[in-house]
């Protein structure tokens, strides 16, 4: 008999990442942190903390959360930060921020800081972290407005306001990163990670 396959649980709410996960043939299931995430970024960037090491500390926040419910499981914890220039953007309430927020991100390069922690009864037994850099082209105004109603309320789930994998992508002159990453999880990283522990066949 071959032994049991972990159970593995994404502990987000983000269905960019469930569809990711779920296309490349990974066994999960979704619980959501119940995490005050604004609040956390708001204490690490007082405390100076970078993007990227605000994106680590939330996706360890996340897993552990879920992983006290769930010892047994492998959880993984997943956050992504938008930074232009040292600004960090969340994602927009409304299409009218969504606007504010392409209006200031046109004609500039941002990164967007990405993190996976992955945890087990409550132990940190992975992580990876990467920044991918998008350059977005000159928006004019009268593009953001019909960008924003073609992709309709779809891209108010995502930080930046774009889907890179659809119409997000007339946004961009250049890129630089894995795609996975840009969609929210370093996927090439977690396969390998699975692997390890038996929930992907080597």
Same mark, same amino acid.
């Given at each position: 008999? /071959? ?7 994404? @502990?987000? $709410?983000?269905?960019?990442?469930a ?6 043939? !990974?066994?999960?299931r979704a ?20 993007s990227? #090491? ?16 769930n010892?047994?499981?492998?959880? !993984?914890?997943a ?13 927009? $309430?409304?299409?009218? *921020? $969504? ?8 004609? #500039? /390069? ?33 593009? !953001?407005? @019909?960008?924003?109603?073609? $992709?309709g ?6 930080? =930046?306001?774009?889907? +890179? *994998? ?10 630089? =990163?894995?795609?996975?990453? !840009?969609? =929210?999880?370093?996927?090439?990283? +977690? +396969?390998?990670?699975?692997? *390890?522990?038996g929930?992907?066949?080597?």
């Amino acid at each position: 008999m /071959t032994s049991p396959v972990r159970l593995l649980i994404l @502990a987000s $709410a983000s269905t960019s990442r469930a569809r990711v996960l779920t296309a490349a043939g !990974i066994p999960f299931r979704a619980v959501p942190a119940n995490v005050d995430e604004s609040d956390c970024k708001t204490k690490l960037k007082a405390e100076g903390a970078s993007s990227l #090491k605000c994106a680590e500390t939330l996706a360890e926040i996340k897993a552990l959360a879920v992983s006290r419910q769930n010892p047994d499981a492998i959880v !993984i914890g997943a956050d992504q930060l938008l930074d232009c220039g040292g600004v960090w953007f969340d994602k927009p $309430a409304d299409r009218a *921020e $969504a606007r504010e927020h392409l209006t200031a991100l046109s004609g #500039k /390069t941002h990164q967007l800081a990405t993190a996976a922690v992955a945890v087990r009864a409550g132990a940190r037994i992975w992580h990876h972290v990467s920044a991918p850099r998008l350059s977005v082209r000159t928006l004019s105004p009268q593009f !953001i407005d @019909a960008y924003l109603e073609a $992709a309709g309320d779809g891209v108010l789930s995502s930080v =930046g306001a774009y889907h +890179l *994998e659809g119409l997000g992508a007339q946004l961009f002159e250049n890129v630089e =990163g894995d795609f996975f990453t !840009i969609l =929210g999880v370093p996927l090439l990283a +977690l +396969l390998a990670f699975l692997r *390890e522990h038996g929930i992907v066949p080597r």
